[in-house]
Nanobody, 117 residues
Framework: QVQLVESGGGLVQAGGSLRLSCAASGSTFSIRDMGWYRQAPGEQRDLVAS???????NYADSVKGRFTISRDNVKNTMYLQMNSLKPEDAGVYFCRAASIYPPYVYWGQGTQVTVSS
């Protein structure tokens, strides 16, 4: 079992920055890929950025150049540095972790990001 706890969300003005954190606990040795997903009201949950255990990253086109995903495998924590925030970046941000043994996907409870224009 893996537990994920997000933090760092809040209210920020357009153009501002936030840093999200996702702390993993439990069977963290089994975690392979991790990622951040965003869900706006009435919309589906979409990938924002992902990172492999080895540090390979992938970003949604809408956040390239503004967001940076990283992870610290010693601290079992993943981060999302969000710069130049736009109102359309607002939503609930969820942390996702995919484990290998057993193969399973875990989700955090989400953290709210609000961007005022």
């Amino acid at each position: 079992q893996v537990q994920l706890v997000e933090s760092g969300g809040g209210l920020v003005q357009a153009g501002g920055s936030l840093r999200l954190s996702c702390a993993a606990s439990g069977s963290t040795f089994s975690i392979r890929d991790m990622g951040w997903y965003r869900q706006a009201p009435g919309e589906q949950r979409d990938l924002v950025a992902s990172i492999t255990r080895g540090g390979n990253t992938n970003y949604a086109d809408s956040v390239k150049g503004r967001f940076t995903i990283s992870r610290d495998n010693v601290k079992n924590t993943m981060y999302l540095q969000m710069n130049s925030l736009k109102p359309e970046d607002a939503g609930v941000y969820f942390c996702r972790a995919a484990s290998i043994y057993p193969p399973y996907v875990y989700w955090g409870q989400g953290t709210q990001v609000t961007v005022s224009s």
